[in-house]
């Protein structure tokens, strides 16, 4: 290992530095084995060797890591914290180690992936054959559901959308692009009803829930003055197939809300029309969750790689704003647009935005 040179005796060169940093690996094992003689025991090496390079780890830093007598062995609050760091240190240098591995490996094997069916259509869809033709080793298997997926289930990653910020610090997640929701109706349907002017108006009208038949239905806006607004509605029909809302707010029946690449083509067409323009709803991700970089198949991060590559924002990372609530939502956070849908929709329509395209068949 070489010697450990204390303050005052030798300058310590880079290599000496870098070997400091096994000690606290050595300091992590004794912490993670709960004393001098597992941490021996797990490393391979004599105890005494052990008692030593902590010892010197300790008079480098001039802190007491751990109390140990012959019979009890404790660590103290500052080694603790400091154990984290240390956790974190060789955690990150396995990652390191495992991604050099993984990058001379060819990927090969089966992606086990859960996602929303709206998901499955207007993202992997398009995207999984031109992967499998680039890796013909791999096979993509796919469920899709719009049940809540465990990440501990037998899936390799779990595509899902949740407003943002999102909270799940717990999850290690990359984002897969941002998503605009917008109100929507036929023209014929707003033609036999009178336009809604507030949020208020469309208490009085028909509307098409997405999701589980279970209530409370919540539409949720953000007003021209920043407060967000939450519109409570009893929906003439309730369906968990995005592809169904679109169509029954074609057919007339009532108002519903949709991802505006799911409805772009139809709002080109005239076929829907924009409800509430000038109240934006908070923006959604697209989010592949994954319980750990940690020993991922190269299949698999290969896969994870290739989706962000492809993928795209209905919104740019410049054009979103950051809210906090008001009032009683005053813990709230949420995420919008800095453009207006109008202008979003005038350069979609005019063709000088070249950020969203038409994903839907």
Known sequence: MGSVWTEGERPRSKAQQMQDLNDLYVFSQVVDHNGFTGAAKALGVARSSICRRVSALEERLGIRLVQRTTRHFAVTDLGKEFHGYCVRMVAEANAAYERAACARGAPSGTIRVSCPPMIGQLVLGPLIPRFVQQNPQVRVAVEATNREVDIGENFDIYIRVRQVPSEDSGLIMRSLGIIQQVLVASRSFLDRHERPASPADISHLATIGYGSVQGPHVWKLVDPNENEVQIRHEPTLIADDMVLVRQAAEGGLGIAQLPLSVCLNEIRMGSLEIVLPDFLAPLCEIQVVFPSRRGMLPAVRSFIDFLGAHSVS???????????????????????????????????QSGTDPRLEIRVA
């Open 314 to 348: 209905e919104v740019p990372e410049r054009q979103i704003k950051r809210h906090t609530g008001r009032g009683h939502r005053e813990n709230a956070r949420f995420w919008t647009s800095r453009e207006p849908l109008t202008r979003l929709l005038a350069n979609v």
